[in-house]
């Protein structure tokens, strides 16, 4: 199994709609959870951290689910400007300090006018 | 968060040769990475990049290959030895945070081998 594993889409949905992503990691300890935002030809930029109490940044909720290993993202009221690739992300290192990232492929999204 | 510069941002490269790309963040920070991202995949650590000591590296990866120098605790260089086309991908260093969030990515370097 794939340590972090992510639905690669793509997801065609029309502006204003409400999109969900999903990703599962393999393993139970981890601590860290993040999810990122490529753009075509740019580097990763983090778009948000996820806690065990899920978090909001406008229109981006994201959640973890520890016992079943899942981590969320959900879009509500898509903007064409949302179109990029999702990137799940969990650091590696499991004893609280820092440590390396380990990346999902990616969920592609598109959104249409 | 930090702020890194990374160079070149793109190279074209002939076989056999080699290429250092390079990062300088804004502020000390412990530990660096190195990722690389093939054309239409997702990123893979390279080594993670430790002021003093020798870098450390993931499966797939030697220091042969990859020759890393971190000489202090705000620039780090990755080599690219003998390249081949296989080579050609984007690399990216990245920085850990200093509390808590999110990982901070240099600009990355587009690399082709011909």
């Known amino acids: 199994r794939k340590e972090v594993e992510q639905d690669p889409g793509p997801f065609n949905v029309p502006e204003g709609a409400t999109v969900a992503f999903n990703c599962t990691y393999s393993?139970?300890?981890?601590?860290?959870f993040f999810w990122y935002r490529q753009d075509c030809r740019k580097e990763p930029k983090l778009l948000m951290s996820?806690?065990?109490s899920g978090n909001e940044d406008g229109r981006f909720t994201a959640q973890l689910n520890r016992a079943s290993q899942y981590i969320s993202l959900l879009i509500r009221d898509s903007k064409l400007s949302d179109s990029a690739t999702y990137l799940c992300?969990?650091?590696?290192?499991?004893?609280?300090?820092?440590?390396?990232?380990?990346f999902g492929k990616g969920t592609k999204l598109s959104v249409k006018p | 968060s930090a702020v890194i510069s990374q160079k070149p941002s793109r190279d074209i490269c002939q076989r056999g040769t080699s290429l250092t790309i390079q990062c300088q963040v804004d502020?000390?920070?412990?530990?660096m990475f190195w990722y690389r991202q093939q054309p239409g995949q997702s990123l893979t650590l390279i080594a993670t990049a430790n002021q003093g000591s020798e870098a450390t590296y993931e499966s797939g990866f030697v220091i042969d290959k990859f020759p890393i120098s971190r000489p202090n605790l705000t620039f780090s260089t990755l080599t690219v030895s003998n390249m081949s086309p296989e080579d050609s991908s984007i690399y990216l260093c990245s920085v850990a945070p200093t509390g808590v969030g999110g990982y901070t990515f240099g600009s990355g370097t587009r690399l082709t081998v011909v």
């Open positions: 992300v969990v650091n590696r290192n499991y004893g609280g300090s820092q440590g390396n990232l380990i």
């Open positions: 393993n139970s300890a981890s601590q860290s």
């Open positions: 502020s000390q920070v412990t530990m």
């Open positions: 996820v806690y065990s």
